[in-house]
């Protein structure tokens, strides 16, 4: 996996929160995620997992350290700059699923292509029915989130997540509001898309359970990466 260039790349990153008290929750992080890794990232609570995440999903800013995007310099940007780089390249997948409530499947699924300035009728409908399809939603394509299984609504988050073909996704305890069943299967179809459509995938999680599907264990321990293995 070293052979082809990482898609994001750390170099020396902290984070300071500011506040009454500063509060320094990363130190000299170095970091690179390369296309194809399906990376979890794992610690006690409090370690730094989601400032890791967010920071590398453009989401919040380093103090310090570079990070590099495709080899695009994220420090050097400006808010807007960020913003159009995080539409283009990443995905997202939080713990609930933020649906809104007053579209269908497919309009929500679809979601980020409309952002991005794209009609629900280009050619993004067919690639997003096709995942739909391979989550076995495709007979819930007219439904509304109210009508929806937990299950089948973070399904449609999944979807959405690679609805505009991301480098990367992004997912912060994906699972955690799902039943060990529901989370197995949610698991395997993020593989499956992932591997279909060649995109970087990192999570955050609790469990340790989840390094069974992943390809790569990070593990923070107080700021630091403490652990980063290949399977
Ligand atoms: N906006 C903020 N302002 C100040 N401190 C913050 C802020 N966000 C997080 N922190 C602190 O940074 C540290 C790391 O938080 P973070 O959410 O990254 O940890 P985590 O490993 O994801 O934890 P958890 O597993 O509980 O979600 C914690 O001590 C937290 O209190």
Redesign the pocket.
Known sequence: METSEPVIKMVGVNKV?E?VVP?P?LFDIDLNIYPGDFAVIL?K???????LLNIAGLLDSATSGRIEVEGRAVHEMDEDQRADLRRMFFGFIFQFHHLLPDFDVMENALMPCRIRGKSFEDEAFERVAEMLRMVELGEKLKSYPSQLSGGQRQRVAVVRAFANQPRVVLADEPTGSLDSKTTVQVLALMKDIMQKFGTAFVM?T?DEAMTDVANRVIE?KDGRIVRDEKK
């Open positions: 929160y506040g509060t929750v610690g609570s409090g370690s730094g997992k989601t400032t955050v609790h923070l």
